[in-house]
């Protein structure tokens, strides 16, 4: 294995390793909490639903260093686990502007349309639990907290899942093929559009393509792309409505 892999982001042991750390020496609430254990892994389990969904190489649960820290920063007021605002946190959409992307042809919006609801309706976020005769068998983050972070008390270092499969429902096989030609084989089409955006407005292929460079869309397989997490997820709504609109105009 490279041992820079996971240099690029944080690992989910660098995440944890903060959470526990902000914990028990800077969140105002610790002296007066009944349960800083509990605290501690639903602030994970926050993490991996919304910040996760990325790997590099083979190193599943790569985080954007900016969104853990930012979000462990902004607690100050926070008292119970219930109060923690993790669907109000833009930090990726922040980092990059979609104004480009935003610069589609007219005749292709219908198309990006299509592509885009087809990849919210099958967002499925889900984590391996064990292994049964040799087949993965997926749950749901939201099940329980052991499904993420093993059976791990405050100060141990959850073990990263050997991979990270998504459940999908049956969806339309044709757009998923047409994603994955999109994203994972170079086309000649998409650089000369991305070349001549100033002269012209992109494709849907091209600026489905840009999505998935820019990280709006991750790998969730060798053969497919997905939404990696929920807050990219709502993003993406954002940024589709955005489109939208140049279709009214």
């Known amino acids: 294995m490279n041992p820079f892999q996971h240099a690029f982001g944080f690992s989910m042991a660098d995440a944890w390793g903060l959470i526990n750390c902000y914990v028990d020496n800077q969140w105002p609430a610790r002296t007066v909490s009944s349960d800083c254990a509990t605290f501690k892994k639903d602030l994970l389990v926050g993490l991996l639903r919304f910040f ?4 590099i190489g083979t190193v599943p649960h790569i985080f954007s260093p900016h969104a853990v820290v930012h979000f462990l920063l902004e607690l100050e007021s926070i008292k ?24 589609i042809r007219g005749d292709a919006v219908d198309g990006l349309e299509e592509l885009l609801w087809h990849l919210i309706a099958e967002y499925h976020y889900c984590f391996v639990r064990d292994m049964q005769d040799g087949v993965a068998v997926e749950v749901e983050i939201s099940d329980t907290v052991d499904v993420a972070v093993g059976n791990i008390d405050s100060q141990e270092t959850p073990e990263s899942a050997t991979d990270m499969p ?17 994203c994972m084989v170079d086309s000649p089409e998409s650089f000369r559009d991305i070349l ?5 407005p992109l494709s849907a292929r091209s ?7 820019a990280g709006y869309l991750a790998p969730i397989a060798k053969d497919k792309v997905g939404i990696p997490n929920n807050e990219v997820l709502e993003a993406l ?6 489109v939208l609109k140049k279709r009214q105009c």
């Not at 998504?166 to 999109?182: A, H, T, V, Y």
């Not at 600026?207 to 460079?213: F, N, S």
């Not at 709504?237 to 955005?242: G, H, I, T």
């Open 52 to 55: 996760d969904g990325y790997r």
């Open 80 to 103: 119970s686990s219930s109060e923690v605002p993790f669907g109000k946190h833009d930090y990726w959409a922040r980092t990059g502007s979609l104004l480009l992307v935003e610069r």
């Open 166 to 182: 998504r459940s999908r429902s049956p969806g339309d096989n044709e757009l998923q093929l047409e994603l994955q030609q999109i």
């Open 196 to 200: 001549h955006i100033k002269d012209k």
């Open 207 to 213: 600026a489905i393509r840009l999505l998935y460079q």
């Open 237 to 242: 709504k954002d940024y589709l409505e955005e």
